[in-house]
């Protein structure tokens, strides 16, 4: 099992920045992507972002380029997401995504976080 904890979401004005952070523990294995995605009210789940821990291998999705960065600290299983330029339309809840032995154009990941919330206001 690999529990997963999301932190770093909260209230933030149009242009603003965030940062989130996903802890990964229990059985995580050398080899793992880790991804973050987002859900609005009312909409699908979206993918955001992936990184793989062997390579620093990173995708995104067409939203997030240019504004998003997602990185790793392997010493600490810990993925990241910086946020800039932030818009309304990033507002959702924001969920870590963690698979064992994937690549990062998975979209297929097998333990999720609990999600955090993200809000830009206008």
């Known amino acids: 099992q690999v529990q997963l904890v999301e932190s770093g979401g909260g209230l933030v004005q149009v242009g603003g920045s965030l940062r989130l952070s996903c802890a990964a523990s229990g059985r995580t294995a050398s080899n793992y992507v880790m991804g973050w995605f987002r859900q609005a009210p009312g909409k699908e789940r979206e993918f955001v972002a992936a990184i793989s821990r062997s390579d620093g291998s990173t995708s995104y999705a067409d939203s997030a380029k240019g504004r998003f960065t997602i990185s790793r600290d392997n010493a600490k299983n810990t993925v990241y997401l910086q946020m800039n330029s932030l818009k309304p339309e990033d507002t959702a809840v924001y969920y870590c995504?963690?698979?064992?032995?994937?690549?990062?154009?998975?979209?297929?990941?097998?333990?999720w976080g609990q999600g955090t919330q993200v809000t830009v206001s206008s």
């Open positions: 995504a963690f698979r064992r032995f994937g690549i990062v154009l998975t979209r297929q990941y097998d333990y």
